[in-house]
C-alpha cells in the first residue's frame, strides 16, 4: 500500500501536474495540502476520473486540505483541529481509510515573521496538534499524521542551517514543538529508513533553489506503534518539482505491508 503527501500550492491552478503524477506514482491514499480553492471549486471530477474517492475541506485563496483513497471513500472523522473554535484555517481533516486505520492531513502554520502573532498561532496549533495526537493515541488503534508541518526537525533537514535560525520553520521553539509530539510515541517513515541522509522536500522558487538543491524537509509521515515492522520503503518524487508549473514542493510516499 502506497500512501503519498504533496503540498500542491493551488490545485486547480496545478492539477494538470497532480494528474500526471496520480498516473505515473499510482498511490493508494494520497494527503493533500494548500489547495487555495473554496469548497465548490475544488476539481471533484478529475479527480474521481483519475480513480480516487476523496473528502476535502477547502478555503478560498489559502490553506486547504483533502484526503483522497483508491480503498472506497473516506469516512471523515473531523474536520478542523480542535482546541480553539475561533481557527477558521482550512488546516486539518481525519478520515478512517477503509477500516483499517486513520489518518490525519495537516497543514501546520507557516508561522512567519518570528517573533510576531503568526508565530505564537504556530505554536499555539502545534500545542493543540499534540493533545489531539495523545488523545489519538489513546484509541490504541493504527493512526498515522501526513503532510506539512513546515518545520525541520534538525540540521540534516535544512541545506543551510545557519541561514534559518530565526526563520518560523528551524526556530528552536518550533523544533522543540516537533519533538515534544514525537516523544507521544510516533515515528518519523523517512527517518526510520534514512536516517543520516539529507532528504529533501521543498524548494523555493527563487535563486535556483531546486537547481541547486538548496532544500528543506518539511513534509513528514509520522506513524504510530501499529505500523512497527509494515514500513517496506519512502521516498521523494523530486523530478515533479522539476516539472513545468508545479509546486514548490515534491510529493513524498511510503510504502507499508498490507496487513
Keep these: 500500500m502506497k500512501i503519498a503527501t504533496y503540498n500542491i500550492n ?5 492539477l494538470p501536474v497532480l494528474l500526471r503524477w496520480l498516473k505515473e506514482a499510482a498511490p493508494d491514499i494520497v494527503c493533500l495540502q494548500e489547495l487555495k480553492a473554496p469548497d465548490d471549486r475544488f476539481p471533484l471530477k478529475a479527480i474521481n476520473d483519475a480513480g480516487y474517492e476523496v473528502i476535502w475541506h477547502g478555503q478560498k485563496s489559502w490553506n486547504g486540505v483533502a484526503i483522497l483513497s483508491k480503498l472506497g471513500r473516506p469516512l471523515e472523522v473531523r474536520r478542523g483541529l480542535p482546541g480553539d473554535a475561533t481557527d477558521m484555517h482550512s488546516r486539518y481533516l481525519e478520515a478512517i481509510i477503509a477500516n483499517r486505520f486513520v489518518i490525519a492531513c495537516i497543514y ?6 518570528w517573533p510576531g502573532p503568526k508565530f505564537d498561532y504556530k505554536l499555539a496549533w502545534f500545542k493543540r496538534l499534540t493533545k489531539h495526537a495523545k488523545a489519538l493515541l ?3 488503534v493504527p493512526v498515522m499524521l501526513v503532510g506539512d508541518f513546515n518545520v525541520m526537525p534538525t540540521e540534516l533537514d535544512v541545506y543551510k542551517p ?20 514525537m516523544k507521544l510515541g510516533w515515528t518519523d517513515a523517512i527517518r526510520e529508513l534514512y536516517p543520516k541522509e539529507r532528504i529533501y522536500t521543498f524548494w523555493e522558487y527563487f535563486r535556483r533553489a531546486f537547481q541547486r538543491n538548496a532544500g528543506l524537509r518539511i513534509d513528514h ?24 508549473k508545479t509546486s514548490d514542493h515534491a510529493p513524498v510516499w511510503i510504502e507499508l505491508e498490507d496487513k
Design 138 to 140: 489513546a484509541h490504541d
Design 10 to 14: 493551488g490545485v486547480n491552478g496545478r
Design 162 to 181: 545557519e541561514s534559518w535560525v530565526n526563520n518560523a520553520l528551524f526556530r528552536i521553539e518550533a523544533r522543540e514543538a516537533f519533538e515534544r509530539l
Design 221 to 244: 509521515f509520522l506513524l504510530s506503534k501499529h505500523f512497527r515492522g509494515r514500513l517496506l520503503s519512502a521516498g521523494v518524487d523530486v523530478k515533479v518539482r522539476g516539472w513545468e
Design 108 to 113: 501546520l502554520p507557516n508561522g512567519n515573521p
